[in-house]
């Protein structure tokens, strides 16, 4: 008999939900589908794993994707390389990874 948490599935279709309302661009990887995440300028926190001006965030649900450093992305035409192994957020369900331009 295999135990599931009660509202793992409940907590999966929230998750899913938020990332469709929240998400700002579409991320097509060089393999694999599609998928939606949320794209922004990375945070200069210094108590934030490190962070160079000019650097990349996207932040994604960890069931759409696996990235790997060296991934190419495209996001709205622009190509991104993944600089940096995700790192995970809160309970797991979503993942944090340093983006950088590709240059044309």
């Known amino acids: 008999m295999t135990l599931t948490a009660p509202f793992a599935d409940i ?3 929230l998750t899913g939900a938020t990332f469709a309302l929240l998400s700002n ?6 393999t ?5 995440a949320i794209f922004r300028l990375a ?3 210094p108590l934030s794993p490190p962070s160079i001006v000019g650097d990349y965030e996207l932040r994604y649900p960890l069931a759409d994707a696996t990235l790997v450093p060296g991934d190419i992305l495209t996001l709205r035409g622009q190509q991104y390389r993944v600089a940096d192994d995700p790192y995970r957020l809160a309970d797991g369900h979503e993942a944090v990874v340093r983006l950088r331009e590709v240059a044309a």
Do not use: H, I, Q, S
């Not at 661009?25 to 060089?30: G, L, S």
């Not at 694999?32 to 939606?36: K, T, V």
């Open 32 to 36: 694999g589908g599609e998928f939606l």
């Open 11 to 13: 907590e999966d279709m």
């Open 43 to 45: 945070d200069t926190d």
């Open 25 to 30: 661009v579409v991320v097509t990887p060089a």
